[in-house]
T-cell receptor, first 113, second 112 residues
Framework: DAGITQSPRHKVTETGTPVTLRCHQT?????MYWYRQDPGHGLRLIHY???????DKGEVSDGYSVSRSKTEDFLLTLESATSSQTSVYFC????????????FGSGTRLTVV | KQEVTQIPAALSVPEGENLVLNCSFT??????LQWFRQDPGKGLTSLLL?????REQTSGRLNASLDKSSGRSTLYIAASQPGDSATYLC???????????FGQGTTLQVKP
């Protein structure tokens, strides 16, 4: 997707280990979001950011933390990965969600074994 | 709490048919509604964005309507093609926070 990159694209990790997913944008958009997508639950908001060092929780934030030290990077950390965090994680960006909506990245498929 | 429902969950049609996908939401205090397409194993591609003050938006063979007062949106696909096969998601942005709330999607299969 133009202007937004997620890394890694795939990751397998063991239960109890910390994991960090990265979202990088080249659009200089103000807003950044982390979602997870699971069968039967759809897409759910984990955390979001409305500026550098300004973040807030979404509906499923337990077990996750985020950081945004630069406009272009939004990091999602699973502090101690659990099998319930096996999911596909999507990052989204928006300059003005009122006017332009959201653009999504291609996702990171995370498996916790 | 805003809830978004999409009906049907799955749909299979022959090529060339016109079809309608439905999206309903429980809280009319939305800023906008966005329709996305998701191909298997891929990310979300934005199709149409409708502001709360608008009634519809069109892009090619796609037309999306919004009736905020009744909490409904429809995505109309004209002359469907096998390449339209995908999952279609609708999402509403809360008036207060702009957070997107998603429906669970309609998986469309268009048969040649």
């Amino acid at each position: 997707d133009a202007g937004i990159t997620q890394s890694p694209r795939h990751k397998v990790t063991e239960t109890g280990t910390p994991v960090t997913l990265r979202c990088h944008q080249t659009e200089n958009h103000r807003y950044m979001y982390w979602y997870r997508q699971d069968p039967g639950h759809g897409l759910r908001l984990i955390h979001y950011s409305y500026g550098v060092k300004d973040t807030d929780k979404g509906e499923v934030s337990d077990g996750y933390s985020v950081s945004r030290s630069k406009t272009e990077d939004f990091l999602l950390t699973l502090e101690s990965a659990t099998s319930s965090q096996t999911s596909v994680y999507f990052c989204a960006i928006s300059e003005s969600w009122e006017d332009y909506g959201y653009t999504f990245g291609s996702g990171t498929r995370l498996t916790v074994v | 709490k805003q809830e978004v429902t999409q009906i049907p969950a799955a749909l299979s049609v022959p090529e060339g048919e016109n079809l309608v996908l439905n999206c309903s939401f429980t809280d009319s205090a939305i800023y906008n509604l966005q329709w996305f397409r998701q191909d298997p194993g891929k990310g979300l591609t934005s199709l149409l964005l409708i502001q709360s003050s608008q009634r519809e938006q069109t892009s090619g063979r796609l037309n999306a309507s919004l009736d905020k007062s009744s909490g409904r949106s429809t995505l109309y696909i004209a002359a469907s093609q096998p390449g339209d096969s995908a999952t279609y998601l609708c999402a509403v942005a809360s008036s207060n926070t702009g957070k997107l709330i998603f429906g669970q999607g309609t998986t469309l299969q268009v048969k040649p």
